[in-house]
C-alpha cells in the first residue's frame, strides 16, 4: 500500500492550526517565518504597484489630464471602464495561462511589460490615444490578481488566508495614501519640463517593471523549487499543506475540471462576488472629483482624499481581527464589513454640500470596499482545489469584477453629486449582503451532507501519495475530493 499525506498528516477539521505527526510547531513556524520574509513582500510590492496605476487616474484628473487631453466628463469614464475591459479580454488567455505555467514566471513577465505600457500613458495628446493605452494597461495587469490568489492557496494553509490575503489587499489603501503624497510632490515641483501626472506616470511604470523583474528571479515555481527552503523544510510544507489536502502549483489542464466548474454553483457565487463588490469602485476614483467641487484646490483636494487609504486599512483589518475572533464565520464578517460603505453612500446621497466635512467623510467611507473584498478573496482562496478549477474560479471572481467595473463608471457621469452612480452603489451593496448570506448556507449545507458521509476511502480513491519530491501526486478537486470542508 502506498505512503499518503494523510497517514503522516491529516487534520479532519479543515483550517486547524494545531500541529500533525512528522513535523515539530517550531519547524512549522520557521518555514511559514521564511514564506512571509520572501513570499508575501514581493506580492504586497506588485499589489500596491496595481493599485498605485489604477488609482492614478484620479490623481492625474484632478491635476490637468482632463483638460489637457480635452475630455468630456463621458470619456473621463470611459478612461476608468476601458481598463476593465482590457482585463476582462485577458481574462480568457490567462485561464488557460495560469494552469499551464509556473505562475511565478507567468506574472513577473506581465508585471515587466505592465510597467512599460504604464510609462506609455505619459506620451498620448488626446483621449483616443490614452483610452488605448489605458486598454492595454488592463490586459497586462489582468494576471496579477486571480494568480495572487493561487498563489495565497499554494503556499499558505486555510486558517492562514484571511490574513496573508489581508496584508496583499493592504496595498491598496497604502497606495491610496502614497499615490496622493507623491502626486501632491510631483506637483509641486514647478520645475518638471512635463505635466505632473505624465511625470507620475513615468514613475510608476518604471518601479513597476523593475518589479517585474524582481519578481521572475525572486520567487520560486512552487514550495519545491523553493530557493530559500531546506530539504527537510521542503519536507514540512508538503506535510502541513496535506492537511489541508493541497498539492502544491501544476501545470495541466483539465477540461473535466472546466466543466464541473461550470456547473458548480459555488463557483458562480464567486463570480457574483466580483461583480458586486465592484459596482461601487468608481467612488474611488471620482471621490476626489466631489471634493474638488466643494471649492477645494487641486492641491486640497489631493490632500483630503489621502486619509480614505487610512480608513480603508483600518476597516480591512478590524475585518481580520473579527475573522481571527470567530475563525469559523467569515460570511457573517463580509456581511458586517458591508455596512459602513453602505452608510456611506446612503449619506452622499443625503448629504447637502453645506455638510463640508462630512461630505468628505461620507466619501472615505463608500469608498472602504477592498475590506469585504479581502474576506471574499480568501474564501475562493480556500473553496477552490484541483489546478485547473482553482484557476477557472479565481478568474470567474475578476471577470465579474471587470464587468463590474466596466458597467459603473457609465453611472457616474453627472457630477458634482453623481446620484445616479452613489444609488447603484447603495443597492449593490444590499444584493452583496444578500449573497454572501446564500454563500454561507450553501457552504454549511453541503459540509453537514459530507460529514454524514461514510469516509471508506482506499489510498487510490481519496488518498495523496508522495511523489519524489514529497509533493502529493493527483490532481482532486473540491468536489472529488470527499474529506475536503468548505470554509465559510
Not at 494552469?99 to 507567468?106: A, D, E, M, Q, W
Not at 489587499?169 to 502626486?183: F, H, P, R, Y
Not at 487510490?460 to 465559510?488: H, I, Q, W
Request: hydrophobic share 45%.
Amino acid at each position: 500500500m502506498a505512503t499518503t499525506l494523510e497517514e503522516k498528516a491529516y487534520s479532519p477539521e479543515v483550517g486547524e492550526t494545531q500541529t500533525q505527526n512528522g513535523f515539530t510547531p517550531e519547524e512549522e513556524r520557521q518555514v511559514l517565518r521564511k514564506i512571509d520574509r520572501v513570499i508575501l513582500p514581493m506580492m504586497c510590492f506588485v499589489f500596491f504597484l496595481q493599485y498605485l496605476d489604477k488609482q492614478s487616474l484620479s490623481y492625474a484628473g484632478v491635476f490637468g489630464l482632463i483638460t489637457d487631453l480635452k475630455m468630456t466628463s463621458s470619456q473621463y469614464s470611459w478612461c476608468s471602464s476601458i481598463f476593465y475591459v482590457g482585463q476582462l479580454v485577458s481574462e480568457y488567455p490567462f485561464i488557460y495561462l495560469m494552469s499551464r505555467l509556473h505562475i511565478n514566471k507567468f506574472v513577473g513577465t506581465t508585471v515587466f511589460i505592465w510597467g512599460i505600457i504604464c510609462m506609455c500613458l505619459a506620451a498620448p495628446q488626446n483621449f483616443a490615444g490614452f483610452a488605448t493605452v489605458r486598454f492595454l494597461l488592463g490586459f497586462a495587469e489582468g494576471a496579477v490578481s486571480p494568480s495572487f490568489i493561487t498563489m495565497t492557496a499554494i503556499w499558505y494553509r486555510k486558517s492562514e488566508h484571511t490574513s496573508r490575503t489581508a496584508l496583499w489587499i493592504t496595498m491598496n489603501g497604502v497606495a491610496q495614501v502614497i499615490g496622493c503624497l507623491l502626486m501632491y510632490g510631483i506637483a509641486r515641483n514647478s520645475s518638471l519640463s512635463l505635466q505632473p501626472w505624465r511625470t507620475l506616470f513615468l514613475i510608476c511604470g518604471a518601479i513597476t517593471s523593475a518589479a517585474g523583474i524582481a519578481f521572475y528571479f525572486m520567487i520560486p515555481n512552487g514550495p519545491k523549487d523553493a530557493w530559500f527552503f531546506t530539504p527537510r523544510e521542503k519536507e514540512v510544507m508538503a506535510l502541513r499543506m496535506a492537511a489541508d489536502r493541497e498539492g502544491g502549483d501544476k501545470t495541466n489542464f483539465s477540461m473535466a475540471q472546466l466543466k464541473e466548474t461550470l456547473l458548480d454553483p459555488k463557483a458562480w457565487f464567486v463570480f457574483w462576488f466580483g461583480v458586486l463588490v465592484t459596482m461601487q469602485s468608481p467612488v474611488l476614483t471620482f471621490a476626489s472629483l466631489v471634493i474638488k467641487s466643494l471649492g477645494a484646490d487641486k492641491f486640497q483636494t489631493i490632500l483630503y482624499t489621502a486619509p480614505s487609504g487610512a480608513v480603508q486599512i483600518l476597516l480591512l483589518w478590524i475585518g481580520v481581527l473579527l475573522c481571527y475572533l470567530v475563525p469559523r464565520n467569515r460570511t457573517a464578517v463580509a456581511f458586517c464589513l458591508c455596512i459602513p460603505p453602505l452608510v456611506g453612500n446612503v449619506l452622499l446621497m443625503k448629504l447637502t454640500v453645506s455638510a463640508g466635512w462630512g461630505l468628505i467623510v461620507a466619501s472615505w467611507l463608500s469608498s472602504c470596499i477592498t475590506a469585504p473584498w479581502s474576506i471574499l478573496l480568501s474564501l475562493a482562496a480556500s473553496n477552490s482545489k484541483g489546478n485547473t478549477k482553482r484557476a477557472i474560479v479565481n478568474a470567474m471572481f475578476f471577470i465579474g469584477y471587470c464587468a463590474g467595473c466596466i458597467a459603473s463608471p457609465q453611472l457616474w457621469t453627472h457630477g458634482p453629486r453623481y446620484f445616479s452612480g452613489v444609488v447603484t452603489s447603495i443597492v449593490t451593496w444590499c444584493l452583496l449582503a444578500t449573497v454572501v448570506l446564500a454563500y454561507w448556507y450553501v457552504c454549511w449545507k453541503d459540509n453537514k451532507s459530507r460529514d454524514g458521509e461514510e469516509l471508506e476511502q482506499t489510498d487510490s480513491e481519496g488518498g495523496m501519495a508522495l511523489d519524489e519530491n514529497g509533493l502529493p501526486v493527483g490532481d482532486m478537486t473540491d468536489k472529488e475530493d470527499r474529506r475536503f470542508r468548505y470554509s465559510y
